[in-house]
């Protein structure tokens, strides 16, 4: 029995969505195992009535960072003209964000590491908007390394002053043996997902949704205020 996506109708209000996720898909093939993960993941969100907006990065025209080399001192965003702001302004818009990326080589795929490059300096930085968002993170692959792209993925999280859903076991999906067939790995991601909307539930409906929890912020928005060499 492989990995089935549940009803997404199933146990959903019929006003619509009261919350929602962007879920980051990070691999090169969009309907792989990462793909299929979140597919089931999004029908577990919707029994909650909360909507996950899956974005398959791979989809989108990203341009690798350059060699211009002043992302840590320049004021302004990234000017390379690509999807990464409209990308940028999804995750802004959404209550909370859910990083999904395959082990490729012992190490993050490129398609999500070139993301997080040009998004977090080139963007993000800057007033780390994503701040107070609740976050998630669910690694596939086929054995090896799940811990090394796991860390790296969380210290993102970190960075960007997020809150880090924890679930119990970190939501790794093996996929050595058969496709969808590791039920212990697909538990700990739904776990991951109910955790999420629990923390959405006690950070949003309290305070009157995001607006209000933006001001619960008491450090400055950007770390780097004070290396940055005002524009003359």
């Known amino acids: 029995?492989?990995?089935?996506?549940?009803?997404?109708?199933?146990?959903?209000?019929?006003?619509?969505?009261?919350?929602?996720?962007?879920a980051l898909n990070g691999s090169e093939r969009p309907d792989g195992l990462t793909g299929r993960v979140l597919r089931?993941?999004?029908?577990?969100?919707?029994?909650?009535?909360?909507?996950?907006?899956?974005?398959?990065?791979?989809e989108y025209d990203i341009t690798p960072c350059g060699p211009c080399g002043d992302?840590?001192?320049?004021?302004?965003?990234?000017?390379?003209?690509?999807?990464?702001?409209?990308?940028?302004?999804?995750?802004?818009?959404?209550?909370?964000v859910l990083y999904a990326a395959p082990v490729h080589g012992f190490g993050l795929a490129g398609v999500m590491q070139n993301f997080i490059e040009r998004a977090g300096v080139g963007h993000l930085r800057f007033e780390r908007p994503l701040a107070n968002k609740v976050a998630g993170v669910v690694v596939t692959g086929r054995r090896y390394s799940h811990d090394r792209v796991y860390g790296q993925l969380v210290d993102n999280v970190l960075l960007n002053r997020m809150i880090l859903a924890g679930a119990g076991f970190p939501a790794f999906i093996h996929d050595q043996f058969a496709p969808g067939e590791d039920h212990e790995g697909m538990t700990a991601a739904r776990a991951l997902i109910d955790r999420m909307v629990d923390m959405l539930r006690v950070l949003l409906l309290p305070h009157g949704g995001r607006e209000d929890t933006a001001r619960l912020l008491s450090l400055p928005r950007n770390e780097r205020a004070g290396l940055l060499t005002p524009v003359g």
């Open 71 to 96: 992302c840590n001192l320049r004021p302004l965003p990234c000017a390379l003209d690509d999807d990464t702001p409209a990308l940028v302004d999804r995750l802004i818009r959404a209550d909370g």
């Open 1 to 22: 029995m492989g990995i089935q996506p549940h009803d997404s109708h199933s146990h959903s209000p019929s006003h619509g969505p009261w919350a929602t996720i962007a």
């Open 40 to 58: 089931v993941l999004a029908g577990a969100a919707a029994e909650h009535g909360v909507h996950l907006d899956v974005i398959p990065l791979a």
